[in-house]
């Protein structure tokens, strides 16, 4: 019986996973993001949509053309060392327009209960900051929480997660106000 139920439980999220990959490609090929069939439509150096990766999250609205949606497309074209774009879309009549956009790689998706808004955790790169305490900055990957503000109608910086060099774990703790602060007062990651 068990077995029975994880085989249904693992069906269920395969369908789950392929519907909203689906969705997803209809919506990236609609805004001209990447193409579904070959390289070539849309934006210049539009990569195909069957070899990319996404991530989807609906804000407003239902599936499979939400009012509101967060999209990141993961593909050569998309991306580079330090991260992809992700963007906010908003439908206005039949269009949909930009909102804002995020610069880094998502890592998660966290939602809590009793709290609808949805939490995205970002990782972004960056050597501003000397976290070794040596002579220079070196490359540090930190992972940012952001929380969807449907006041603002877009993501605010919530909290720093994790840090690290040359993937070594740092303190957050020393770190954590200043990022904060230099983040809130003016984001590299948020245009």
């Not at 330090?82 to 963007?87: A, I, M, S, V």
């Not at 603002?152 to 990022?179: C, H, M, T, Y």
């Amino acid at each position: 019986m068990y077995r029975s139920l994880g085989i249904i439980f693992g069906l269920l999220l395969a369908v789950t996973g392929y519907a909203q990959r689906r969705d997803a490609i209809v919506l990236a090929e609609r805004l001209g993001l990447c193409d579904f069939n070959h390289k070539g439509s849309g934006y210049p150096n539009t990569y195909p949509c069957s070899d990319c990766r996404f991530y989807l999250l609906p804000l407003s609205g239902e599936l499979p053309m939400p009012d509101l949606f967060f999209i990141e497309i993961q593909s050569p074209s998309h991306c580079g060392t330090g991260g992809c774009t992700g963007t906010v879309f908003q439908k206005q009549g039949s269009q949909y327009h930009e909102l804002f956009s995020m610069f880094g790689r998502v890592d998660a998706e966290r939602s809590r209960p009793n709290d609808p808004q949805p939490l995205l955790v970002y990782q972004h790169f960056t050597d501003h900051y000397n976290f070794s305490g040596k002579d220079f900055p070196q490359q540090a990957a930190i992972w940012a929480s952001y929380r969807w503000s449907p006041q603002q109608r877009r993501f605010q910086l919530k909290d720093i997660v994790r840090i690290e060099v040359n993937g070594e774990p740092i303190a957050v703790g020393p770190w954590r106000s200043r990022i904060l602060s230099d983040w809130q007062a003016a984001s590299p990651w948020l245009f």
